[in-house]
């Protein structure tokens, strides 16, 4: 058996844990930090949140005509310090991985530390997630 491997993004934020927090969970948000022509070539086809303990998210961009649904499934809301989640691509059976987001106040913002945990045949692709979520919490870091 061999262990996931794991992906840490870390970054200081000048806005509060909630404004932070909400942020992972307002579509219009995500649309603004995660996907869209701001950070790639890709249009949006839609960003649904059920932002629940349960609930689901798929978040649908076409990249060069190939649509890709994210999906997942919130596993822990606790406003504003932590946010689990699973990741995925739908109709693929690769294995779930997990995404873990800590927040802690701080004086004038916030750390935020992401871990994302893939299953062991995603290792070589480590540091393209790592470079993806990097980039995505610089855009988070603009639009806040």
């Known amino acids: 058996m ?33 996907f869209g022509p ?46 689990v989640f699973t990741w995925g691509i739908a109709g693929t059976s690769d294995g779930e991985s997990v995404v873990t987001i800590d927040i802690t106040p701080r004086d004038g913002g916030c750390d935020l530390t992401l871990v994302h945990e893939m299953q062991p045949q995603w290792a070589d692709y480590a540091g393209r997630v790592e470079q993806g979520w990097t980039t995505m919490l610089t855009a988070l870091g603009k639009t806040l």
């Open 2 to 34: 061999t262990a996931p491997v794991s992906v840490k993004v870390s970054r200081v934020f000048e806005a509060t844990a909630e404004r932070v927090f909400d942020a992972w969970l307002d579509p219009a948000m995500i649309g603004r930090f995660m």
């Open 38 to 83: 701001a950070l790639r070539e890709e249009t949006i086809i839609h960003l649904k949140v059920d932002a629940r303990v349960g609930g689901a998210f798929s978040f649908k961009v076409d990249r060069a005509g190939q649509e890709i649904d994210h999906i997942g499934v919130y596993r822990e809301i606790d406003r504003p310090r932590r946010l």
